[in-house]
């Protein structure tokens, strides 16, 4: 038996050496070898409550290891090596700082048996991830990243008065179910809270705004952590809520139409990435052990095929310096790898049979219509179909056939083949054989689901297949909308005009009162008042005759001049008089 | 450009032999579905070609919906926001 540690802590405290490593391949070998010491620690936790800390009276708990903490637990290690293979190119220790200790707190999060602790590492989330979005030093990655801080900031006080609310109520810091039937403003501001790092509708704009400008290797961990912690935290606390069927369905449909009119092809990702959580959401609101396993099953998944999709946009971006669709196509006669890569994991996202999406999205499907939730069912039927228009074709297409574009470069570079490589197999062993992998980890295991049913293979191949025949029909008749360079507005309208008709109101309003002030009290009255202690009879003589009290000449100023004792007299008087009303 | 190696899809006849292949496989599809035992839970899913029906149907819905209603509203030149 090995020592163990909290999980997340391997991560969080070996982030902060690396820094300290000069040599190159120390560094590699080093940025590689932690996520294996961390993962060999956790397979060393027992199952249970672990390392418990008594705070304040209460119990915090560092490693609460079951199968759902677990499954995420896995799939955050396995994400983790392969974005760091991705970056292992990258020179910028502070991306490769941010990453591990965004990582530690994810794993932070996930392993978190008490809602103090969870809060604790939920904001170190935020922390972690603005520096992958401000490391690209650009004016707009920063503004990007300022405003994803204040998001979050947002919804983690959010989370802070409902975790406080929650305890006062219920006297426990117990990270466990919660649930919205109690009807505490606690529990549903925890609920919005975790909302806000999910993505949900109209509180989503920070993910598609931010997650766009972020390094090209940093969005590999945003697209894994908050979002699918947040799937998590869900999954814990508010399964068979009712309003998450409502929400992750509304968040399959409405990033859709998005994507299609979307220039920029991380935006179109990060668009579809709220696309594949809406369908966790929605097993998660359904839950059901089927549907639960379903949307975990589901994460795990599309951590990996979106990682594998935003890696291929990325190593194009690398090579070439750009990301617009109307910049890229035909890529695929210099980047063959990449391409082929970027198509598994569009086949995976799509859920074709043989790839990972179609064993796990089918489960959330399956919980939906056995539950007879008819125009839900619709309605992620839709979505499905969408999906693949949007990522499976739109994406591949676009970068690398589509036109021309005349941009010849070279293969990605090995370590972004090698990360994409792992990424690419996963999501076909996954998709092939998910009784040897993801179906092991599920959280019940009183469910059976068996995937591949000719019904259901027929099914799906006929959905993608006549998808991709509206979109190859559309196409060569010109009606699919052509690419514009263009960006389009989405809620964070409100926030970012806002926050500019804000600052013109204040500006305006206060700047009024402040030019008011400032020409009383500092351009007219000072002045006044010196003209009146220097020469107090005769300047009192003016502001009468000014003000037509006195007429006539006014005497010379210098015949005027008082003498030195009468303004302490005057004062004195003064203070005699407030002296009494004060006394008396 | 003038003595790089023709590629792939740079021959028409190439795009043309794989929208064959495509629309070959597409027919298949339609075939098949009617030798297939369906076990469903909604019995629409049983509807012949009703998978078929749907995806090309949800897919043309979605591009005219996105290009003709979103796209008006939303569009802005790219430096709306500077």
Known sequence: ?584 | MKNEKEHLFDKPRNVKRLLTIFYGFLAVLLIGDFFIHKHTDFAWEAWPEFYATYGFVACVVLVLAAKYLLRPIVKRREDYYD
């Open chain 1, 1 to 584: 038996m090995i020592n163990t540690v909290p999980p997340g802590l391997i991560f969080i405290i070996g982030a902060l050496f690396i820094p300290l490593i000069k040599n190159r391949t120390m560094k590699c070998g080093y940025l590689l070898l932690l996520p294996i010491i961390s993962f060999i620690n956790l397979i060393h936790i027992p199952v249970g409550t672990n390392f418990t800390v008594e705070f304040l009276g209460y119990n915090l708990v560092f490693a609460e290891i079951d199968r759902l903490s677990l499954l995420f637990g896995y799939v955050f290690h396995l994400i983790t090596v392969i974005a760091v293979i991705y970056a292992l190119h990258v020179k910028d220790d502070l991306q490769h700082v941010a990453g591990y200790i965004y990582g530690g707190a994810a794993l932070g999060v996930t392993f978190a048996g008490d809602l103090l602790s969870l809060f604790v590492f939920w904001e170190m989330l935020t922390v972690g991830s603005v520096f992958l979005i401000w490391a690209r030093r650009t004016q707009k990655s920063l503004d990007a990243g300022f405003r994803y801080a204040l998001v979050h900031i947002v919804g983690g006080l959010m989370l802070l008065a409902g975790i406080l609310m929650h305890i006062h109520s219920t006297g426990s810091v117990d990270f466990t179910y919660i649930g919205l039937e109690n009807g505490n403003l606690g529990s549903y501001l925890i609920f919005f809270g975790f909302g806000v790092n999910c993505a949900w509708p109209l509180l989503h704009p920070w993910l598609t705004d931010a997650y766009p400008e972020a390094t090209i290797t940093g969005v590999i961990f945003l697209s894994a952590f908050t979002t699918k912690t947040a799937v998590y935290a869900l999954a814990r606390a508010f399964p068979g809520t009712s309003m998450l069927i409502w929400i992750g369905a509304v968040m399959t449909m409405f990033p859709i139409f998005y994507a299609v009119i979307e220039n920029d092809l991380r935006r179109v990702l990060a668009y579809s990435l709220i696309n594949q959580v809406g369908f966790m959401v929605c097993g998660i609101g359904i839950g059901t052990h089927l549907a639960i396993n379903g949307a975990v099953s589901h994460a795990f998944n599309d951590i990996i095929f979106k990682a594998l999709l935003f890696m291929s946009v990325g190593a194009v971006m690398y090579r070439t310096g750009k990301v617009n669709a109307t910049d890229l196509g035909g890529l695929y006669k210099s980047m063959p790898l990449t391409c082929l890569f970027c198509i598994v994991g569009a086949a995976s996202i799509s859920a074709f049979p043989l790839f990972s999406g179609f064993v796990s999205k089918s489960m959330v499907m399956s919980a939906a219509s056995m539950g007879g939730m008819s125009l839900i069912w619709f309605m992620l039927l839709f979505a499905s179909a969408g999906v693949f228009h949007h990522a499976g074709i739109k994406i591949p297409f676009f970068a690398f056939f589509s036109h021309d574009s005349g941009i010849r470069t070279k293969e990605a570079p090995l370590n972004m083949l090698i990360a994409m490589g792992i990424a690419a197999f996963l999501c076909i062993f996954i998709g092939t054989f998910p009784q040897y992998s993801v179906y092991r980890l599920l959280p019940f295991t009183d469910v059976v689901y068996h995937p591949y049913t000719p019904t259901h293979i027929m099914a799906q191949t006929q959905l993608l297949f006549f998808s991709a025949l509206a979109f190859t029909l559309l196409l060569l008749s010109g009606i699919y909308p052509s690419e514009i360079r263009a960006i389009n507005l989405d809620f964070d309208l409100f926030y970012r005009k806002g926050s500019k008709l804000a600052v013109s109101v204040v500006t305006t309003f206060a700047g009024g009162i402040a030019k008011g002030l400032d020409y009383v009290f500092i351009k007219t009255l000072p002045a006044k008042l010196a003209a009146l202690s220097k020469h107090p009879l005769s300047s009192m003589m003016k502001e009468y005759k000014n003000a037509g009290v006195v007429t006539g000449s006014t005497p010379e100023t210098s015949s005027m001049l008082m003498p030195s004792g009468v303004p302490v007299l005057i004062a004195v008087a003064f203070l005699f008089i407030l002296a009494s009303v004060f006394l008396f």
